[in-house]
């Protein structure tokens, strides 16, 4: 009983970090898109 809440508690983690990696992810690529397409000059 005991392991399976690890068990639960340790995917919850991983998955949460997953996601934010992955928000982070997405949120970094898309203000790179927009910095290059709207940079000035170059």
């Given amino acids: ?3 399976g809440a690890v068990w639960v508690i340790g ?6 970090a997953v996601y934010l990696l992955a928000v982070l ?4 690529h898309r203000f790179y898109k927009y910095t290059v397409t709207y940079a000035p000059g170059d």
């Fill in 1 to 3: 009983m005991r392991t």
């Fill in 25 to 28: 992810a997405h949120a970094s």
């Fill in 11 to 16: 995917i919850s983690v991983v998955f949460q």
